[in-house]
């Protein structure tokens, strides 16, 4: 399975942009990229997901590669309830053996400063 | 909707004890999910689940049950619990395979 590789940590100050890096070198043609997010004593949630293009939502935007070996979760204006763990997967759309089997990386820890 | 509800919150065990960790949703998502964090970690897979009937196992189902009978429920059952099974217990649901997933608040359990 194709494997992720995220900073263990980054900072930012509130009403700042965050760009969060996650390089997948080994990713397949029919491999998702997904986010979530972890807030403390929480379960992960959903943040953003892609393929080829980029990606926007209410929540984040999310760069990716041309190459498609890494991308970019960018939150335009971190608040302090952005706070969190994020997590990067990635999930085959092709099924096989990783059908159903989605694992999480230990993720990046976001600190935000007021 | 509730969405997805884990039952207990809290639990502490017995070694050699056993129990079942509760899930359901009401969101009628075919697939579920059980997964474990250590403290400091990432989400280990433990089972998972494509609809009623069908499970499989994920990165580590050792000491693991578990079984799908509903669409709406998937328990997670301890058999001779052991220290190294205290963790927080996530179950999480999704419509499809590559549909976003829905957590649980968590299960926090210890085993002493």
């Known amino acids: 399975d194709a494997k992720t590789t995220q900073p263990n940590s980054m900072e930012s100050n509130e009403e700042e942009p965050v760009h969060l890096p996650c390089n997948h070198s080994t990713i397949s043609g029919t491999d998702y990229i997904h986010w979530y997010r972890q807030l403390p004593s929480q379960g992960p949630e959903y943040v953003i997901h892609?393929?080829?293009s980029n990606v926007n939502n209410r929540m984040a935007s999310l760069a990716i590669a041309e190459d498609r070996k890494s991308s970019t979760l960018i939150l335009h204006r971190a608040t302090l309830r952005d706070a969190a763990v994020y997590y990067c997967i990635l999930i085959s759309g092709a099924g096989g053996t990783s059908y159903g089997k989605l694992t999480f990386g230990q993720g990046t820890i976001l600190t935000v400063h007021p | 909707n509730a969405g997805v509800t884990q039952t207990p919150k809290f639990r502490i065990l017995k070694i050699g004890q056993s129990m079942t960790l509760q899930c359901t949703q009401d969101?009628?998502?075919?697939?579920m999910y059980w997964y474990r964090q250590d403290p400091g970690m990432g989400l280990k897979l433990i089972y998972y689940s494509v609809g009623a009937g069908i499970t499989d196992k994920g990165e580590v189902p050792n000491g693991y049950n578990v079984s799908r009978s509903t669409t709406e429920d998937f328990p997670l059952r301890l058999e001779l619990a052991a220290p190294s099974q205290t963790s927080v217990y996530f179950c999480?649901?999704?419509?499809?395979?590559?549909?976003?997933?829905?957590f649980g608040s968590g299960t926090q359990l210890s085993v002493l």
């Open positions: 999480a649901s999704s419509y499809g395979y590559l549909e976003k997933l829905f």
């Open positions: 892609g393929l080829t």
């Open positions: 969101m009628n998502h075919n697939y």
